[in-house]
């Protein structure tokens, strides 16, 4: 299995570094077929793979490449020239070159940089495309894959965390960065890169999908689901319209007895769905959020959110878009039908 994985991704990698891809109905070199045998391998096995980590050295392998056939005829002749010159003259001569090259080619570095963080991404997408097609296969949901690969893909909001004892408790750990020394001559040159994240985990994307599938099969997981798609429309609706949402939450402000007892429940919320998160109990991560139904309720129940007090109405709208962000922890409800 291990040696028919290598085979499988050396070969998706390749082909996407020389933008060889799959187009509408042809796919002359099988390549869906290949990505969709590493899902089924992996999944099928219960194997742990960042996919991700695991072809970035040969992401880099190919960039270095083509940077060693460009730079290294350059940097060698460099070499030797100071090696055959006198210190006195060759130091300034040589260093003045040096620059004039890298500030004209600075360009080609980027463009090449740029280029495989692009091709990353797009065959990222690709594999989760052949799980949608797997998964769909066995029976899930569409509309919950989607929500958990879509999960955390909004910009992080200042107002997570914001006015709770300890708001970052037990939060999922940012991805590494990835440090791999170029194997040509030339030093300090390292294209630079974005994280992916743990959307490049297949197995854990399909325990996700069904520890959600479970929770909303009970009351409180459709419930749930109602007042948490409410508060994110409400939010949505007014960024749209540019309303002031406030900045953080201010318990100062609250007038309701319902406000503080969703301001606290969205705390503890957050807290025991980033501690599951980060033990991978995804269960028990739909289990933590499930304490904001009857507050959301109750909220929706006896709270205006639209008062006519400015600073009321932006502080309630950063409460609600507090729920929001606790639940895209786990998963984006937005994306799910019902």
């Not at 594999?127 to 909004?154: M, P």
């Not at 197995?203 to 959600?212: F, G, K, M, P």
């Not at 508060?231 to 406000?259: G, H, W």
């Amino acid at each position: 299995m291990a040696v028919a994985l290598a085979d499988k991704l050396d070969t998706l990698v390749g082909f996407w570094a020389i933008d060889e891809k799959p187009t509408g109905s042809k796919d002359p070199y099988a390549l869906r077929r290949a990505a969709l045998g590493v899902v089924r391998m992996l999944v099928e096995n219960g194997v742990r793979l960042r996919l991700e980590q695991d072809w970035h050295k040969a992401w880099l392998r190919v960039f270095w490449q083509i940077v060693d056939q460009k730079y290294r005829p350059i940097f060698e002749k460099f070499m030797e020239l100071g090696r055959m010159l006198p210190m006195s003259s060759a130091g300034d001569w040589k260093f003045d070159q040096v620059a004039a090259i890298l500030a004209e080619d600075k360009a080609f570095l980027i463009e090449w940089a740029n280029r495989f963080n692009a091709a990353e991404a797009d065959l990222l997408s690709f594999f989760h495309d052949r799980l949608k097609v797997y998964l769909r296969d066995q029976g899930a949901r569409h509309d919950l894959i989607d929500a958990v690969l879509a999960a955390g893909s909004r910009p992080i909001s200042p107002l997570v965390g914001e006015m709770s004892a300890q708001p970052t408790e037990g939060g999922a750990v940012p991805p590494a960065s990835h440090s791999v020394a170029p194997p040509s001559a030339l030093p300090g040159i390292s294209p630079s890169r974005g994280e992916i994240g743990q959307n490049d985990d297949l197995l854990q994307i399909v325990r996700r999908v069904e520890a959600l599938g479970s929770f909303l099969d009970t009351e409180d997981g459709k419930n749930l689901l109602a007042g948490t798609k409410r508060a994110a429309n409400i939010v949505a609706a007014e960024e749209k319209k540019a309303t002031a949402i406030a900045s953080s939450v201010e318990p100062a402000l609250f007038r309701e007895d319902a406000e503080k007892t969703l301001f606290a429940a969205v705390n503890q919320a957050e807290r025991q769905a980033g501690e599951a998160i980060q033990n991978e109990d995804f269960s028990a991560a739909m289990l933590a959020l499930s304490v904001l139904r009857e507050p959301v309720d109750s909220f929706f129940d006896k709270v205006l959110v639209n008062d006519e007090d400015q600073a009321v109405r932006a502080n309630r709208l950063a409460l609600l878009a507090r729920i929001r962000a606790a639940t895209d922890r786990v998963a984006d409800f937005s994306k799910i039908a019902g």
